[in-house]
């Protein structure tokens, strides 16, 4: 620790092992090797302070002087007092008149920081780390740049074994102080280890906010980690903040580009973004590097798909946003999505008195043209804008599968004119066709949304699934 290496002075250790604990006295150079060896002795004492930090005519380190590096204008009168009182302290004498003195500014002016330097100084020449430590944590934090706390602080904390928040305030100084580099070197590892296993708690237990704030920790202790890094990312993703998953992603895959796992994150977020190329690209780079993976190989079939969806006009492509398609929506899909509803000639479509002064009135009529979806013949209503099930949905892309490959053997046993009226046997259609993975996932009466919708088209349209 800093007050058992190269805090106190030999002086002042062995002073108050002997019983004159408020000497801060400082040891000729022909004595110095004589005292080091009756430090050795004393038992809690750390190793000698190297001659380098505590060389002839230097006073006890602990006494910095409580104005250094501190940002504000001072009262005269109030800084005149606190250095009288440090000053006091530097030549030798009591601490308690110094401590009172302290006190009595900081009653005046609870703001005047200096004060609470040299009080937090005094504390801790009386054994008191944990005072100094809760005294100068606030002023370290709200004075970054304010030295003499930041010094006393990380003595402070390493004397309680606080390693982080020694770390942290030594960071704050630098260079600035003798021994201050020097030990932030020596505590650097074990910080950066504690500190990412509060994050990894903090991110197990979901709780995001201290999560940030150990993250935050890291970028200052091990910025360029790689470990840093990822650690970005896993919170981005676990709390669900994209824009910041994928800048993080994007710096990792840039760092190690053969790494699956983050290179297909990164193209699902671009594609999800609207990057369709550029997800795409890395997606076929990884699927020629695996081509026996047939799950990505889907994916890249996805993607490709999705980038084709892309061409259609701006109103279309918006329709994969949206949470929960009408009927009218899921007829706009279709037309433009298979191309015989567009040409086929127009011969006898069922009537539907409630489309007529409808805005997408054509595209619906071409859907009821080729018996795509169907209309209530009783009343002679399509419903427009009530919610499409994800029966009508299968019903639909098996309907058009029926017309593209009639002797479909996944078609066998049912006419196409039944799907949707037969729920079982149209669930079951649609699993041996390849619309669903199992009949658990026809859920026949659930809205669809617009990506929903979109996947089981790229499924539905696929010409060699199911036959």
């Not at 630098?174 to 201050?180: D, E, K, R």
């Not at 619906?364 to 080729?370: D, F, P, S």
């Not at 066998?412 to 079951?428: K, L, N, Y």
């Not at 658990?440 to 539905?460: K, N, T």
Request: aromatic fraction near 6%; glycine fraction near 6%.
């Amino acid at each position: 620790m800093l007050a058992g290496g190269f805090v106190l002075t030999l002086g002042c250790i062995a002073g108050r092992r002997l019983g004159c604990r408020h000497r801060a006295w400082v040891p000729d150079p022909r004595t110095f090797a004589a005292l080091a060896l009756l430090v050795s002795g004393c038992a809690g004492v750390g190793a000698p302070v190297p001659e380098s930090v505590l060389g002839p005519g230097r006073v006890d380190p602990v006494l910095v002087d409580p104005f250094l590096h501190f940002p504000l204008e001072t009262s005269t009168a109030l800084g005149g007092r606190v250095r009288e009182a440090f000053d006091e302290v530097k030549r030798g004498a009591a601490l308690g008149p110094a401590r009172d003195q302290a006190l009595a500014v900081l009653e005046a002016d609870p703001g005047f920081q200096p004060a609470a330097v040299l009080a937090a100084e005094i504390d801790f020449l009386e054994h008191r780390a944990a005072r100094a430590r809760d005294r100068l944590q606030p002023v370290s934090e709200a004075f970054p740049r304010y030295h003499a706390a930041s010094w006393v602080l990380a003595l402070a904390a390493d004397e309680l074994g606080d390693v982080v928040l020694a770390y942290e305030a030594l960071t704050r100084i630098g260079a600035a102080l003798p021994g201050a580099a020097q030990r932030a070197s020596e505590l650097a590892p074990r910080a950066v280890e504690i500190t990412r296993k509060r994050f990894d708690q903090a991110l197990a237990s979901l709780h995001f906010e201290a999560a940030h704030a150990e993250l935050d920790r890291l970028r200052t202790f091990a910025g360029d980690d790689p470990s840093t890094l990822e650690a970005t990312w896993r919170l981005a993703r676990a709390a669900g903040e994209t824009g910041d998953e994928r800048a993080a992603l994007e710096r990792l895959v840039a760092a190690a580009p053969e790494r699956r796992e983050t290179v297909e994150r990164l193209a699902e977020l671009e594609i999800e973004a609207g990057s369709l190329r550029a997800g795409l690209a890395r997606l076929e780079s990884l699927a020629d590097h695996y081509p026996e993976d047939r799950a990505l190989g889907e994916r890249v079939e996805r993607a490709k798909f999705r980038w084709r969806f892309e061409n259609f006009p701006q109103a279309v492509r918006a329709l994969a946003r949206v949470p929960e398609l009408s009927r009218a929506s899921f007829a706009r899909l279709v037309f433009w999505l298979v191309p015989q509803v567009r040409y086929a000639p127009i011969e006898a479509p069922p009537v539907a008195t409630d489309i007529l002064d409808h805005a997408q009135r054509n595209e619906i009529v071409r859907v009821l043209n080729v018996g795509l979806l169907d209309v209530d013949r009783s009343v002679h209503r399509f419903a427009p804008e009530r919610p499409v099930s994800r029966l009508e949905v299968l019903a639909a892309l098996l309907r058009v599968r029926a017309r593209n490959h009639p002797n479909a053997a996944c078609l066998a046993g049912i006419e196409p004119s039944r799907f949707g009226r037969q729920v079982a046997r149209t669930c079951d259609a649609a699993v041996r066709c390849g619309l669903l993975a199992e009949s658990a996932d026809c859920l026949a009466a659930a809205p669809v949304s617009g990506d929903q919708a979109i996947e089981l088209f790229r499924l539905g349209l696929s010409p060699d699934l199911g036959d």
